[in-house]
Every structure is written in C-alpha cells, then in structure tokens.
Antibody
Framework: EVQLVESGGVVVQPGGSLRLSCAAS????????MHWVRQAPGKGLEWVSL????????YYADSVKGRFTISRDNSKNSLYLQMNSLRAEDTALYYC????????????????WGQGTLVTVSS | QSALTQPASVSGSPGQSITISCTGT?????????VSWYQQHPGKAPKLMIYEVSNRPSGVSNRFSGSKSGNTASLTISGLQAEDEADYYC???????????FGGGTKLTVL
C-alpha cells in the first residue's frame, strides 16, 4: 500500500524558515517524480514544486521561486521542502504527492497524496 | 484567481448526471491533452479520478468520465450517488512558467 506521510508543519513568524518532510513507503520511491501541492484554509489547490526521480531536475511555482527548495533523499525514501522568507500567504496545508512518472516532464498527474501538514505563518 | 475556471457549485439528485466544466486557454487545456480531475472529500486528501482528459485510473468507477472541447474540459458523473458529494478540481499542464495549474474547485451537492 502506497503511503505518504508529511511532517514538519508548525506556526512560524513571517520571515521565518521551515523544513517539511514526506516519508514514502509502499512503492519504489526512486522510480518516481514527486511534488508538493498546497491548499490554503478553505481555498483550492495550488501546485508548489516538482522534483525528478533522481533530484536532477526541480521546478517551482512563481509564488515560491527563490524562497523554497525541494529535495529528496532516495536512500531514506524521503522528500523535503525547505521554506525560507515565509509570508502570511504561505499559510496552507502542504501535501506531498507522487507523480505517475519518473521524469520531471509533462504531463503531471498526482496518483497518490499524503494527508498534509499544516503551515501557519503568523506573528 | 485560479488559472482554470470552474463553476463554484453544482448539484443533482441521486441517479442523475451532472457535468462540471473547466475552462482554460490555448496555453493549457486547449493546447494539450494533459487534463486531470481530482475528488476531495472534506478533511481528506485529493484523489485522482481522471487523467489525460478521459482516462480513469484503476479502481475509479466508470460513472466518472472526462472530455474536452477547445479550451474547455468537462467531468461528467452519471448515476449520482450520495458518496459523490465532494469538491472537484481540474488540473492541466501549462506552457507558462507555472507548469501545473488547477481550477478553483467545484462543490458538488447531491440533493
């Protein structure tokens, strides 16, 4: 059974930093690209970032480019999101999602999702 | 404002069919057959229901179907059931720098 378990969400002050983690199991982690997708409270889904199976290719939404960094450790079956210079508008539930493919190229379909970890940016 | 436009809400009675539209541009929905649909129940993670415009993943009921015409994609649910009540999001690849865009979501109410 595929499982994705996010962690690391907390309350952080504007301008602060945070690192989210996603532990994967039930599939061959290093065969697939992975994504972070977020959902602000009561709002819709927003794609955040993508990393290829080997970590060699990474992509970001304009809203987080230059502030967030996606990475992965295939030896630990783990995905990460380093979040710097956090803003109030980054407040959201952050989901880790598995792509159906390994390369970081279109199309992008998310066939498994975690339950999310909540990041709140507030003073 | 979301990149893809969906109606905020739709409703239908059990057994009926409903269609949710998703309108984009030639840079996303209209330019590629890379549209997907996700179902999200309250407090739950999204679930992939349709990919590549009209393909269903294994385990998804054949009551769910997808189509596309021009810049508008559609999700049709036939034989509505109470368990179909949820939020539905469309998504598409985009040739802009955003890579992936979502619609704003549609709340389906089964009357």
């Amino acid at each position: 059974e595929v499982q994705l378990v996010e962690s690391g969400g907390v309350v952080v002050q504007p301008g602060g930093s945070l690192r989210l983690s996603c532990a994967a199991s039930g599939f061959t982690f290093d065969d697939y690209a992975m994504h972070w997708v977020r959902q602000a409270p009561g709002k819709g889904l927003e794609w955040v970032s993508l990393i290829s199976w080997d970590g060699g290719s990474t992509y970001y939404a304009d809203s987080v480019k230059g502030r967030f960094t996606i990475s992965r450790d295939n030896s630990k079956n783990s995905l990460y999101l380093q979040m710097n210079s956090l803003r109030a508008e980054d407040t959201a539930l952050y989901y880790c999602a598995k792509d159906i493919a390994g390369i970081a190229a279109a199309p992008y379909y998310f066939d498994y999702w975690g339950q999310g970890t909540l990041v709140t940016v507030s003073s | 404002q979301s990149a893809l436009t969906q109606p905020a809400s739709v409703s239908g009675s059990p057994g009926q069919s409903i269609t949710i539209s998703c309108t984009g541009t030639s840079s996303d929905v209209g330019g590629y057959n890379y549209v997907s649909w996700y179902q999200q129940h309250p407090g739950k993670a999204p679930k992939l229901m349709i990919y590549e415009v009209s393909n269903r993943p294994s385990g998804v009921s054949n009551r769910f179907s997808g189509s596309k015409s021009g810049n508008t994609a559609s999700l049709t649910i036939s034989g509505l059931q109470a368990e179909d009540e949820a939020d539905y999001y469309c998504s598409s690849y985009t040739s802009s720098s955003s890579y992936v865009v979502f619609g704003g979501g549609t709340k389906l109410t089964v009357l």
